[in-house]
Every structure is written in structure tokens, then in C-alpha cells.
């Protein structure tokens, strides 16, 4: 059967294809359920190719660079040692089985970090954030870090859950300091500081807001971009939370354990709500791919360096072909991975010769509206 674009576009395959028991209990569903993966065409920016992008130049990028390219990082943890107690938890069979036990085990865990010094020790791997910020100065690149508001903002959680504040201990360019001060700095260097809402926030509008807020007092001005934790997202109900929430941009329209144009798109749009049929203000800047996507060993597409290369490049290609955005997500805590990380900076040396517009997603958002 021919595919319908404007069905692609304004969700109706997406709402079409979600498993039937969908619920905040259900997994997020992935590149599985993709209307496009079914008919093999996850690789190919097939809308774009079919509004005749490619000829047309549908967007000037600054400097009449080719394509786009959105460097954004979810900050799902900022201590390693953390982490690695947070994953032998997360095996631990007692508190897999006991469901009793979730909601002990979450508060738990997050309360012992601040009386164990485990967690505290000063050279946590994580703590060189310096490192983002200076291999992408080297490509004149600022891209966007999504913060969580922290723990104390989120009113409900969900093991899935980020579990830091924003008072939690860090070390930026050596110097000790807390999340909130980080933030800061980052936001004061010039790259975008997004919201990294949590699992139960994609249906609610309130919970959306405290937690932009939250973000926004620290801050000290207005977040405007936004990427659901876990891509947890439902294309019936998240974008218009979102834009009821304030937000401008989304970012999550992407896999976890695949690559590629879950809307056959990598150009930006406003997002439409199906079941009104009408366009949303929130615009969606699609996320095309993601490190561990590619490279995690127990799930997705488990990938050796050399071949998580190749797919990257496929994908530039694609992208450079109808002058789209080419979104990249790596996790912060790539940084202490040398795979992830030397993939990292073999990425942007390579997309540097290609000359694209490096930007952040508020970047490339402001530029797509001003021309739409
Ligand atoms: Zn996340």
C-alpha cells in the first residue's frame, strides 16, 4: 500500500502503531512498532524526499552550510560511582521480583549516596564535563545538555528515573561545585540548558511545568527545549503537554535501540496533535541518532566502533542530501567510556569536513521558525 505522507507527518501511523496496552506501565514502545521499520524504510528520509527537499533547498542553514548538525547530551547521572551502584541494584534478583520493594529501593539508594562515601570521591570519571565543552569549541559547536529538575522537584518517581539534585557534589575544569552551579556555568559559556523531564511527566501538564520551573530558577531565564527521559512519549497527549508547559522545542522523537527517521524526516516541524488534527506550536527537531543505541552490548543494535561509524555516516549522508538537521545524542557519562568517546570525537571530525551548521536544538529551532 502507497504511504501516506500526511498521515506520516501529523502522527496518525505513530498513534496507528502503538501496542495496544500502552500505559506509563508499559515499556517505551521502540523502532518495533515504527510504521517505516515495517515497510524497511527507517534509513531514508522518505518524507523529505517526497516534498522534494532535496531540490528545492526547503531551509537555509547560517553561512549556506549544507545541513544541520544538533549535538545534545541527556544527563541521566552526574556521578559514576553512582551509577555502578545503581546497576548491580538493578540486578540485584530481590529487588527485580519484589515489586514491594520499588519504591523502598529508589529513595533508598538515593538517600545512602549522601552518607556513603562511595560516593564522593574526587575523582569520579564523571566529573571532567570540561571535556564536552572543549572538544566541541574545537568545531565552534555548542550543543544542549537536558538537566532533570532533581529529585526534590519530581513529585512522582519511577525507577527509570534520574536520581541526582541539583545540589549533588560535581567538579567542572577542577573545581568543586553542585549541579545547579554547573548548570550555570555551562548555560554561561554559551551552550543551551534543556529540561530532561521525568518518566510520569509525558501526560501531565503540571508536573511538566513545576519541573520546567524548577530548571528555570536556577537558571535564571527561560528553558525552552525539552527531551522526555527514556523518549518516554505518547504522540496523542506529550506535545500538547509540552507546549501547555511553555516549551517551544522537543527533541525526543527518535529510538533507543535503533538509529534513524522515526517520521521520515530529519527536517524540523510543528508537531500536530492527531486526535484534533491540528498543528501544535511545539516544534520537533527529530532525534536521529543515539550512542547507546548503537553501541550498548545488552540491547539495540550492539555495534562495534567501526560499524557505529559507518551507520553515522550513512545517516550524515542522508541528512546532507535534503539539507536536514542530523540530531546526535551522546549520554555525559560517555566521557569515561573510550569507545563512546573516542566515536564521539571521530564524529565531529568527520562531520566537520563536510561543513555543516553545528547548533544547538534552541539554534536550530529559532532558525527554522524565522524562515517558516
Ligand atoms: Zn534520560
Known sequence: MELDYEKLQRGIYEVESLPKDFSPHHPVPDFGYNHLNTRGLLYRPVLDEHYGRHESGHIRWPGDRPFAVCLTHDVDAVSEQYLRYLRKARGARFLRRRAGWKRFKWSALHHMRHVSPRFHTRRDPLHRYEKWLAVEEQHNARSTFFFWPGWSSVSKHHPSDCTYDLSDPVVLDG?????????????????????????????????????????????????????????????????????????????????????????????????YDPERQTPLSIVEIPLIVQDTAMLRQEKGLRLDADTALAYVLQLAGEVERVGGVLTLLWHPNAVSDPIAWSLYTTVLEKLHKRNPWFASVREIGDCWRHQS
Not at 551552550?191 to 501538564?205: K, N, T
Not at 535501540?257 to 530529519?266: A, E, I, L, S
Request: negative net charge.
Open 175 to 271: 573545581q568543586k561545585c553542585t549541579v545547579a552551579e554547573m548548570i550555570r556555568e555551562i548555560d554561561r559559556r554559551g551552550w543551551e540548558i534543556g529540561l530532561h523531564p521525568s518518566w510520569y511527566s509525558f501526560d501531565d501538564a503540571d508536573e511538566m511545568k513545576s519541573q520546567k520551573d524548577s530548571l528555570e530558577e536556577v537558571l535564571g531565564h527561560e528553558v525552552v527545549s525539552v527531551r522526555q527521559h527514556f523518549l518516554h512519549h505518547d504522540i496523542r497527549v506529550t506535545p500538547r503537554v509540552q507546549e501547555l508547559a511553555g516549551f517551544r522545542y522537543d527533541s525526543t522523537l527518535g529510538f533507543n535501540d535503533n538509529v534513524g527517521f522515526r517520521f521520515g524526516t530529519c527536517h524540523p516541524w510543528k508537531v
